[in-house]
C-alpha cells in the first residue's frame, strides 16, 4: 500500500460521520483524508520513509470550522491600521490616534480597525471631527466601527467633499448637529468616502490579508465566506493565492455597498464572469450581496426605536433599496447563474426580504436549492421563521455579533428585542437550514468562542435570551457539515472521511465536552487545509 504523507494519532477524532463513534488515527495522502482507524495504531502499516507522524495521545481531532458570513477584507485592510478597541475614553482613543500622527507623513490617511464599540468609551458616544481634528488637523483620519459607521475629522470631511450641502448616501446617512454642518459621523458612507482613499499599496494589502487569513486559522477557522468583497479584492487573494500565502479558504460575496441600480448590478457581473468556472478549492465566488436594512443603529424594525443618531419618536430603522429595483437586480443574479446572499437584520427587514424572495420564486420557478439566502435574520417571530423554511430560505447567523454589540444594541432596541436576536434554538425546532459565523469586525472570530456563545448565550451585558441556547454538537455542526451546505461542499468538506479535503484541527481539550467555563478562550494547537499546516506550535 502507497505510505501516507500525515499520520495522527489522538485521544479523540471526531469525524462528524452520523453514528460514528470517535476514531483514534486519521491518515492523510495528498490533500485527501486516506483513512481513519479506531485504534491507534490502526493505521501505522501506511507510515513510510517521508510519513509525518503526529502522535498526540491527549489531543482531538474535529474538522476544521467554517465561518459563515465575515469580512476577512477587513480584518486584512485594517491589519496595519490603529487598534482602539482598547481605548475606555474619547481622550484615549485620541491619543492612539495622536501616536500614529506623530509617526505619518502630513497629509496621509490615517486609519483605525474597525472592532470596537462606541458604548466602551465613558463617553459613550463616538468622537466629533472637533475632537479628531486636536489629535491631528494635518491628516485625513477615517475612524471605522464596525462594517457600517465612519466618523472623519475636519481635513477628511473636506477630502472626501462632504458639508452641508451632501446628500445621505443610500441606505445611510450623514449626522448633522443642529445648525445642519456634518459632525463627522456617518453611517453607510463608505461610498462617499472610498474615491478620495489612496490606491491601496499592493504589497501592504496582501501582507494584511495574509496575516488575517492566518489569524483565522489560529482559531480554528478553515474557510471564510467573505461577505463584502470588490472585484479589486478578489484580484488580491488570488495572488495571494499563487502566491500560497493564503492562511484560510475563501469564498467570496460581491459586494454591492452603495448600488441603487440594476445596471450596476449587471457592470459587477460583467466582471465576475471570468470566475464562473475555476475550481480552485482555495478560493472562489459564492454570489452577490445585497442588503435589505441596516444593522444595529438603522435596522428596519415593525415598531419604533430610538438610536443615538436618531432621536426622533417614531423611528423604525431604514431599507437599503427601493424594492422594485432592488427584485429586479436579484432576479438578474439569479439568471446568471449566481447565487443572493442579503442582509436583513431587523423584524421588518425579514419580513421584506422574505415577501421579495417568495415574489422572485414565483417568477423564477425551479431555481437550485441554495440560490436565495438570508444573511443574519436578527429578528424574525415564529411567523418569519415557518416562511423562510417553507420558501426552502437559508439563514446564517452570528453569535458573536451578538456578544459583542449586545450592550449598545440594548441602548438602542431595548432588551426584549434584543434577547429575541439570532434565535437558534427556535430556527433549528422550526427546521431550518441554518449555519453560523462572526460578522467580524463587529463580532470576533474564532471556533470555540461561537461555540461558546451558541451554547450559553452569553455577552457582554450579560446571559440574553437563555431559551435560544443549542446543544454543542448542534452548534458544530452549524460551523462544519451545515455551513457546507451552503457553499455547496459537502463532498469536500465538513467531516473527515476518506476522499474529502484534509482540512482538519487539532486541540488540547476536546470542545465538545470541555468544561464551559474553559471553552470561550480554548484555541486549537493545529490547524491544516488539504493536509498542509496554516497553524502550528512555534518551532
Not at 183 to 201: K, Q, S
Not at 344 to 361: I, N
Request: glycine share 10%; net charge negative.
Amino acid at each position: 500500500m502507497s505510505s501516507a504523507d500525515l499520520l495522527l494519532r489522538a485521544g479523540r477524532i471526531h469525524t462528524l460521520v452520523p453514528g460514528e463513534p470517535p476514531q483514534r488515527a486519521l491518515a492523510v495522502r495528498g490533500d485527501r483524508v486516506y483513512a481513519v482507524a479506531a485504534a491507534p495504531e490502526g493505521l501505522d502499516h501506511l507510515i513510510g520513509p517521508a510519513t509525518t507522524v503526529l502522535d498526540l495521545p491527549g489531543a482531538t481531532v474535529l474538522p476544521a470550522f467554517d465561518d459563515t458570513h465575515t469580512h476577512l477584507i477587513a480584518a486584512g485592510d485594517s491589519a496595519q491600521d490603529v487598534s482602539v478597541d482598547g481605548a475606555r475614553s474619547i481622550a484615549e482613543l485620541l491619543d492612539l490616534i495622536r501616536a500614529r500622527a506623530d509617526r505619518t507623513p502630513p497629509g496621509e490617511w490615517i486609519r483605525t480597525a474597525g472592532h470596537w464599540q462606541e458604548l466602551n468609551l465613558a463617553e459613550r458616544r463616538f468622537p466629533t471631527a472637533a475632537e479628531l481634528d486636536t489629535a491631528t488637523d494635518q491628516h485625513p483620519v477615517l475612524v471605522l466601527r464596525g462594517v457600517h459607521n465612519q466618523v472623519l475629522n475636519g481635513v477628511a470631511l473636506r477630502r472626501c467633499g462632504i458639508d452641508a450641502t451632501t446628500p445621505d448616501p443610500a441606505g445611510g446617512a450623514v449626522t448633522r448637529d443642529p445648525a445642519g454642518q456634518p459632525t463627522g459621523h456617518l453611517r453607510g458612507g463608505l461610498a462617499l468616502i472610498r474615491p478620495h482613499l489612496p490606491v491601496p499599496d499592493q504589497r501592504a494589502k496582501l501582507d494584511g490579508l495574509r496575516l488575517a487569513s492566518h489569524a483565522y486559522a489560529a482559531t480554528g477557522i478553515g474557510t471564510v465566506r467573505d461577505t463584502n468583497s470588490s472585484l479589486a479584492d478578489l484580484a488580491a487573494l488570488r495572488q495571494l493565492r499563487e502566491e500560497g500565502g493564503l492562511g484560510c479558504r475563501v469564498r467570496v460575496l460581491l459586494s454591492t455597498l452603495g448600488f441603487s441600480s440594476r445596471h450596476q448590478v449587471e457592470e459587477l457581473l460583467d466582471g465576475m464572469e471570468p470566475w464562473r468556472h475555476l475550481g480552485d478549492p482555495w478560493l472562489g465566488v459564492w454570489g452577490v450581496k445585497f442588503w435589505m436594512d441596516g444593522g444595529i443603529e438603522a435596522g428596519a424594525l415593525e415598531t419604533p426605536y430610538c438610536p443615538a443618531h436618531c432621536p426622533t419618536p417614531g423611528y423604525t430603522g431604514q431599507l437599503a433599496w427601493e424594492e422594485a429595483e432592488l427584485q429586479s437586480a436579484v432576479e438578474l443574479v439569479a439568471r446568471r447563474g449566481w447565487r443572493v446572499g442579503i442582509h436583513a437584520y431587523g423584524d421588518r427587514g425579514v419580513r421584506t426580504l422574505l415577501d421579495l424572495y417568495e415574489r422572485v420564486q414565483g417568477r423564477l420557478p425551479g431555481l437550485p436549492y441554495g440560490t436565495l439566502v438570508m444573511e443574519h435574520g436578527g429578528l424574525a417571530d415564529e411567523i418569519q421563521r415557518r416562511r423562510a423554511v417553507a420558501l426552502g430560505i437559508p439563514i446564517t447567523i452570528q453569535q458573536p455579533l451578538l456578544h459583542d454589540a449586545a450592550a449598545i444594541q440594548t441602548e438602542y432596541w431595548g432588551e426584549d428585542r434584543v434577547a429575541a436576536l439570532f434565535p437558534a434554538r427556535a430556527w433549528l425546532d422550526a427546521g431550518a437550514d441554518l449555519s453560523a459565523g462572526s460578522d467580524y469586525p463587529v463580532g470576533a472570530f474564532g471556533a470555540a468562542h461561537s461555540l461558546h456563545g451558541l451554547t450559553t448565550r452569553t455577552t457582554v451585558a450579560g446571559v440574553l435570551g437563555p431559551a435560544q441556547t443549542i446543544t454543542r454538537a448542534e452548534a458544530l455542526a452549524l460551523h462544519t457539515t451545515a455551513a457546507t451546505r451552503l457553499t455547496h461542499e459537502t463532498h469536500l468538506r465538513g467531516t473527515l472521511t476518506p476522499g474529502r479535503l484534509a482540512d482538519l484541527t487539532i486541540w488540547p481539550a476536546d470542545p465538545t465536552t470541555t468544561p464551559t467555563e474553559a471553552l470561550a478562550t480554548l484555541l486549537p494547537t493545529h490547524t491544516f487545509l488539504g493536509g498542509t499546516p496554516v497553524h502550528a506550535p512555534q518551532a
